[in-house]
């Protein structure tokens, strides 16, 4: 056991320098690089992920010298190590191939300008809405016959749901600025 910790190390001691080159030439990628099931911290970098499995294989000899590993949970975090391993370096195997893929143009950021003055026509609408609904609502309550009734109620429903979505898209766009003015 202590040579298949001792190899594991190695191994990942290994991979320690590529991924730190590859996460300078990188950056930090938007999301995080794997599952949180995989690994604890949900690094959006290679290094991270590394001395998370350089932690393990050090709880696991530190487990082993005080004589408290049993095999089976040896064989668990062994298996969850080499899994990690395969992983990163999967992910260091895809620098290629990311490289080799044509470049799709980014969509480009909208001016603090423009979000205010889409915002301000989402607040316009939201308005329209409102009083749509206000409207319908008050009609469904004055129809007399239940005949009546029913197409008002799928009417108010949907205009329901459209205001529930420009109040929405009012939240990301109020967001969007604030991330905006923040940034400066």
Request: net charge positive; with cysteine.
């Amino acid at each position: 056991m202590t040579n298949d910790l001792h190899r594991l190390s190695d191994l990942v001691d290994k991979l320690l320098s590529p991924a730190e080159a590859l996460d300078h030439q990188r950056k930090e990628s938007s999301k995080p690089l794997f599952d949180k099931q995989l690994f604890h911290g949900q690094s959006r970098l290679l290094v991270p992920c590394i001395r998370e499995i350089q932690q393990e294989i050090l709880a696991l000899k530190n487990e082993q010298a005080s004589g408290r590993l049993h095999a089976t949970r040896a064989r668990y975090v062994c298996e969850k190590i080499l899994a990690q391993i395969q992983a990163v370096q999967r992910e260091m195997a895809t620098k290629q191939i990311r490289e080799s893929e044509p470049k799709y143009q980014v969509k480009q950021r909208k001016t603090l300008h423009e979000l205010y003055d889409e915002l301000a026509q989402h607040q316009d609408w939201e308005r329209r809405l409102a009083a749509m609904v206000k409207d319908k609502a008050f009609a469904l309550e004055q129809a007399p016959q239940a005949s009546s009734r029913q197409p008002l109620q799928q009417q108010l429903l949907a205009l329901e749901g459209r205001l529930a979505r420009c109040q929405q898209a009012m939240a990301r766009l109020e967001k969007a600025i604030l991330q905006l003015e923040r940034k400066g």
